[in-house]
C-alpha cells in the first residue's frame, strides 16, 4: 500500500521522558513486532532483540534500543551500488596485515569513493568555487544534521516536482526531512547494477523546497537526491546557498513515517567534497 503526505507524524515525548525511559527500561529481548508492523523487512538480517548469542557470532542489527533507534545508513559490501556504474562499489576493503600472517592484529585497509553508499555531499560538489574557499565536508553544520526530522512517503508514481513538494503540505518550521520513494519499494540499494531510473528531485522540485520551505535537511533513498535526468540542475539549486544538506543513499525500510531525531554523522575529511555518513532515527 501506498502512503502519500506527511500526516503520519507521531507524537514525540519530551526529552526527558525519552530519556529517563531509555535509561530505566531493562534490556529485555522483544519480538520482531517493531519490523513487521512497519515497512517491507530488509533480507538476511535478524530480528530486535538483545544483541547477545552464546555462539562466537555477532548479530547484525538494523534496529537498537528496544526498537526506538533505526540505523538508516547502509552496510558497505563490495556488492552495493555504485553511482554509473553495473560493477558494484566491487573490492574496497582488504587485510593489509593479518594476524594468520604473523602480525600482531589484523589491520584493514579502504580505498573507494566518498559518494559510496549512505553519504552527505558539500557544496563544493558541484560548485568549484566553494571547493577551492574551503566548502568540505568538515565544514557542515552538525546543527543542521542532528535534530527533529520527518520521514515522508512521497508518491510513487512520479519524481519529485514542484507540485509533488507542494501535495506533501510539509509545515513551516520544519528543517529536516528524509523523503522515502519508490527507490525503496524497488529496492534500489541492494541491487549491484545503478539504475538510471531512480526516483529524485527534478529541478523545480528543488526550487520550490528551496523557496517555499525551511528545510535544510534534505535526505532521500538512493545514490543522488536528484533525479539523474536532472542531476547537475537539481545539486545546482540545492548546494547554492550553502545552507542545504543533501544526505544521499539512505536505508529508509522499516520504519514508520513520522517524527523522528535523526542524528547524521560526515568523518571530517578536510577538502573532501563528500563523505560516508552514519545516520540513525531515534523514535
Ligand atoms: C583477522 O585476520 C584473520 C586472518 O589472519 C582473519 O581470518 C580474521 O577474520 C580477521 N579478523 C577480523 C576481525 O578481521
Ligand atoms: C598471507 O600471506 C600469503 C603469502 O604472501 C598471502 O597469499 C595471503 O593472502 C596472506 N593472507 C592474509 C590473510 O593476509
Ligand atoms: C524519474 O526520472 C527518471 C529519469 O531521471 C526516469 O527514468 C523515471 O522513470 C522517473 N520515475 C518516475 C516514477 O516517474
Not at 8 to 31: E, K, Q
Not at 41 to 64: M, N, Q
Request: glycine share 8%; proline share 6%; charged share 20%.
Amino acid at each position: 500500500m501506498i502512503e502519500i503526505g506527511s500526516n503520519h507524524t507521531m507524537a514525540v515525548p519530551p526529552l526527558f521522558l525519552l530519556l529517563l525511559t531509555l535509561l530505566s527500561l531493562p534490556h529485555l529481548p522483544i519480538s520482531a513486532a517493531a519490523a513487521s508492523d512497519a515497512y517491507p523487512s530488509i533480507p538476511g538480517t535478524a530480528p530486535v532483540d538483545g544483541g547477545f548469542t552464546d555462539e562466537l557470532k555477532p548479530i547484525r542489527r538494523e534496529v537498537y534500543g528496544e526498537g526506538k533507534i533505526f540505523d538508516i545508513s547502509h552496510r558497505y559490501t563490495p556488492e552495493m551500488p555504485a553511482f554509473d556504474s553495473s560493477e558494484g562499489l566491487g573490492l574496497f576493503l582488504w587485510l593489509a596485515a593479518s594476524i594468520k600472517n604473523g602480525s600482531l592484529a589484523n589491520n584493514s585497509e579502504m580505498k573507494m569513493p566518498t559518494h559510496t553508499g549512505t553519504h552527505v555531499d558539500s557544496p563544493g560538489h558541484f560548485y568549484d568555487s566553494y571547493l577551492d574557499a574551503g566548502f568540505d565536508v568538515d565544514s557542515l553544520d552538525l546543527q543542521v544534521l542532528n535534530g527533529p526530522a520527518l520521514l515522508v512517503d512521497v508518491p510513487r508514481d512520479t519524481n519529485i516536482t514542484a507540485k509533488v513538494m507542494k501535495s506533501l503540505n510539509i509545515p513551516k518550521g520544519v528543517r529536516r526531512v528524509l523523503f522515502r520513494t519508490l527507490n525503496t519499494d524497488r529496492r534500489l540499494m541492494f541491487k549491484k547494477e545503478f539504475d538510471t531510473s531512480y526516483v529524485g528531485f527534478m529541478k523545480d522540485g528543488a526550487q520550490w523546497l528551496v523557496d517555499n520551505t525551511d528545510i535544510k535537511l534534505v535526505g532521500l533513498d538512493y545514490l543522488s537526491v536528484a533525479a539523474y535526468d536532472d542531476l547537475g540542475p537539481s545539486h545546482l539549486v540545492f548546494l547554492k546557498d550553502r545552507e542545504t544538506i543533501l544526505v544521499e543513499g539512505l536505508k529508509l525500510d522499516d520504519v514508520k513515517a513520522g517524527l523522528y531525531t535523526v542524528h547524521c554523522l560526515p568523518l571530517r575529511l578536510v577538502g573532501a567534497e563528500g563523505s560516508p555518513i552514519r545516520c540513525i532515527l531515534i523514535e
